[in-house]
């Protein structure tokens, strides 16, 4: 009798193991896939600020300016706007 339970103990020891193996195996993979996806992530990041910062240029916001035929002003025409918040165009 005493021969049976320490079988059946061994045999629960042994599948509790093989779950163990199992779940520390899907949990590894699905920590290597979200590794993967941060790094995809991280460069899709990168290209929209690499992105932004050629957008945020002086050229090309003079260029999209003239595409969409936008009036320029002249900044140092414009005086009093960073002090009073108002523009005095010319004064």
Do not use: C, W
Not at 35 to 48: A, G, T, V, W
Not at 55 to 67: G, K, L, Y
Not at 79 to 87: D, N, P, S
Request: aromatic content about 0%; cysteine-free; hydrophobic content about 45%.
């Amino acid at each position: 009798m005493r021969i049976a339970i320490v079988i059946v103990a061994l045999a629960a020891i042994a599948v509790a193991m093989v779950h163990i193996r199992r779940t520390r195996t899907n949990l590894r993979n699905e920590i290597q896939r979200m590794e993967n996806q941060q790094i995809s992530l991280r460069r899709e990041l990168q290209d929209q600020q690499i992105r932004l910062g050629r957008a945020m240029a002086p050229s090309e916001i003079r260029r999209r300016a003239e595409e969409m035929a936008l009036p320029m002003v002249d900044r140092l025409k414009v005086t009093g706007e960073m002090t009073t918040g108002r523009a005095t165009h010319g004064r």
